[in-house]
């Protein structure tokens, strides 16, 4: 097949650091738990403020909030946990040296190319959505895999080509 598409990029630090955050801050579900965690600090707080007005007493207050900020602290704990070890185990594996991407993107699927080696062929009817951060895309598949694309790295088509392409596939909006 004819690639439309070839997109280059080298895993950086700064790559792992964008794609985890859309992996632990960007989901759905992540955004309602933590929406829930914001009303609930919120109420917290205004209780320690206007004890009369929520009728809830002072320790239970100071417990809410504390537990509360005890798991946004390890969200970000894991966030960045993550992140690190993923980076470190690129590096381990290519012998000190970051991975060099490369995704070429044809009308019917994606290859995907660690270091000049094919990893991995994914159908485009097995690609759920289009995911844009700051410098990347990234396309989600139905198995919940991920395959980044920077935005900067096209070196056949380009990003305002690419954007059209998965429009027309209703990958992105």
Known sequence: ????????????????????????????????????????????????????LLMENFETSVANIASILVIWCVEIYVFVRNKDLAYKKDLEKNKGNPTEMQIVVTKEDIDVYTNTEKISNIDFKNIEKTVKTKNYYILISKAKLGIALKKDGFTKGTQNQFEEFLRKKNLFK
């Not at 895993?11 to 609930?40: S, V």
């Open 1 to 52: 097949m004819e690639a439309f598409f070839e997109n280059k990029f080298i895993c950086t630090k700064d790559y792992y650091t964008e794609y985890y955050k859309y992996i632990y801050f960007k989901k759905p579900l992540i955004i309602i738990i933590n929406l829930i965690l914001c009303i609930g600090l919120l109420i917290n707080v205004l209780s320690i403020i206007f004890p009369d």
